[in-house]
């Protein structure tokens, strides 16, 4: 199926190495487009958090925040499949505009009346499982539209725009929460994701190679079954997820339960641990900064494996910082180093895959980070209660180090290199 035949405005982009991405309109558009989404989902989740525990227990509030992974989490290869069959075009801007339209919804009648958890909890499943289509086609965008030699950048650039999201989106929804309760949070994500609509829809698209465009003759299964099977047997991908699947199960852990009780036990209290999840934010920031400016990475899968292990390094560190301020300045070393190692490992998987199994490729990277390391959480929260925040923090250390090393034994992903 070509996707040459969805709009008018699927047209060739500048020639590769025409533009830089950060002075690319196009590029712009998109990028402009995922930052008012990513705004709308971090005051989606604020006004969903709020709202239940007005309406529930705290333990129902969790139950209702918790349940829109299940679904993400299950149906994301599906979705990767979607994204690859119809192009990610057409699947991104579809589902960004079931998720505007399924939020007012929610917004005008809690404006209405107070329907209670019910309603809640099947929002949260609704917002998941378009979210399992939307985040591979999301990730299979930046290649179709500009060159590969800027894929680096646009991971940077994306990287800022989760940032300003995480930064701008909770002040902007608790704001929303104070001048009218959840209804008017919820109203607020809603229109933030409707601006992504019309920037997505003027973004213009690379033409798919012509075996890509061809109709398929396959089922969806067999597409999903192809997609794990070129995954796995491909010697940069493969071996990459890997490492990214140990990586984040070593650090999902520590940064967000781990460091609630860390603080807990040396005494900072919540500012403190706000502290250092802002220095956190700032390396990771610094990194996503240095790409956008910079560009393309010299040997990028031996910087993807290698930032791995001081990064590990600087976790384990967290646990014995002799103070607050020590613990701020490791935090921006951690947030420095495995922003870069993100980045780059999600260069080279949009680069290292073909077009074809581009969208099946990101939802197994989406697999690995949103179904995988998240369990790492209540495991190390049972841990620290049973040995203490230091050696859980060195055995988190180590899983994610393991990462680095597997990539780094990978002679694939040793000398794989972005397009220059």
């Not at 989404?37 to 969903?48: C, H, N, P, Q, R």
């Not at 499943?125 to 965008?141: E, I, N, Q, Y």
């Not at 990771?284 to 390094?313: E, I, N, W």
């Not at 980045?343 to 080279?348: E, F, I, S, V, Y």
Request: aromatic content about 4%; glycine content about 14%; charged content about 10%.
């Amino acid at each position: 199926m070509s996707e040459a035949t969805t709009s008018a405005t699927d047209v060739p982009v500048p020639a590769l190495g025409s533009a830089p991405a950060h002075r690319d309109p196009n590029v712009l558009r998109w990028v402009a487009a995922y930052t008012a989404s990513m705004l709308g989902d971090t005051v989606f989740y604020l006004a969903l958090s709020w709202a239940a525990v007005q309406n529930g227990t705290p333990a129902q509030a969790g139950i209702v925040t918790a349940v829109s992974a299940v679904p993400r989490a299950l149906l994301m290869l599906g979705g990767g499949v979607v994204a690859d069959r119809f192009g990610p075009r057409r699947v991104v801007i579809g589902s960004d505009a079931v998720r505007c339209a399924t939020v007012l919804a929610v917004a005008a009648v809690l404006f209405a009346t107070d329907p209670g958890l019910w309603l809640l909890a099947l929002l949260a499943v609704v917002f998941g499982t378009v979210d399992a289509v939307f985040m591979p086609a999301v990730g299979a965008l930046p290649a179709r539209i500009t060159g590969t030699d800027q894929l680096a950048r646009v991971q940077g650039m994306r990287g800022l725009a989760v940032r300003f999201a995480a930064i701008v989106g909770a002040p902007l929804g608790g704001l929303g929460v104070a001048v009218g309760g959840a209804a008017a949070a919820f109203a607020c994500a809603g229109l933030l994701i409707a601006v992504s609509v019309p920037l997505l829809v003027s973004v213009r698209m690379r033409a798919r190679p012509a075996d890509d465009a061809a109709a398929r003759d396959t089922t969806a299964w067999l597409d999903l079954v192809g997609g794990l099977r070129y995954v796995r047997r491909h010697r940069v991908l493969g071996p990459l997820m890997v490492a990214i699947a140990l990586g984040d199960l070593g650090f999902v852990g520590p940064l967000n339960v781990g460091l609630t009780l860390l603080a807990d036990e040396r005494g900072w209290g919540a500012s403190g641990m706000g502290w250092v999840l802002a220095g956190f934010g700032t390396g990771a920031g610094a990194a996503a900064l240095l790409l956008t400016v910079r560009g393309r990475v010299p040997r990028a899968g031996c910087v993807a494996a290698g930032s791995l292990v001081p990064g590990a390094a600087a976790i384990a560190a967290l646990a014995h910082a002799p103070g607050l301020s020590a613990a701020v300045g490791i935090a921006v070393t951690v947030g420095l180093l495995t922003g870069l190692s993100g980045a780059m490992c999600g260069a080279l998987l949009q680069t290292q895959s073909e077009p074809a199994y581009l969208g099946r490729v990101t939802a197994v990277g989406g697999i690995v980070s949103l179904g995988v390391a998240p369990l790492s959480m209540p495991l190390s929260a049972a841990a620290v209660g049973v040995w203490g925040t230091g050696p859980v923090f060195a055995v988190s250390a180590a899983v994610c180090a393991l990462g680095g090393v597997v990539a780094l034994a990978a002679p694939g992903v040793r000398r794989a290199e972005l397009p220059g």
